[in-house]
Nanobody, 116 residues
Framework: QVQIVESGGGFVQPGGSLRLSCAASGSIPKIYNMEWYRQQAPGHQRGLVA????????SYADSVKGRFTISRNNAENTLYLEMNNLKPDDTAVYYCWIDVVGRTYWGKGIQVTVSS
């Protein structure tokens, strides 16, 4: 079984920065893609924010390009999301998703609130 713990969320003013972390533990032979999603309101669909492959290739939603950076530490099975120049529209619950050799896992989500 795999456990996921997300951290780093909170409240920030517009223009501020936050760094999210997602630490995976348990039976993990290898992690393929690691991804961040967000749900901006209850009942809304989770939207893809960023992807990083096991080779380090990255992809971003247009709304966060140039402001967010996804990265990973393979030795520690940890995923990061550096978020800069945050806007009120970035307010959401952020979820980590990982692919462990074909089995996928979601984190429980962490709240990010951007407001003045």
């Amino acid at each position: 079984q795999v456990q996921i713990v997300e951290s780093g969320g909170g409240f920030v003013q517009p223009g501020g920065s936050l760094r999210l972390s997602c630490a995976a533990s348990g039976s993990i032979p290898k992690i393929y893609n690691m991804e961040w999603y967000r749900q901006q309101a209850p009942g809304h669909q989770r939207g893809l924010v960023a992807i990083i492959t096991d080779r380090g290739n990255t992809s971003y939603a247009d709304s966060v390009k140039g402001r967010f950076t996804i990265s990973r530490n393979n030795a520690e099975n940890t995923l990061y999301l550096e978020m800069n120049n945050l806007k009120p529209d970035d307010t959401a619950v952020y979820y980590c998703w990982i692919d462990v050799v074909g089995r996928t896992y979601w984190g429980k989500g962490i709240q990010v609130t951007v407001s003045s």
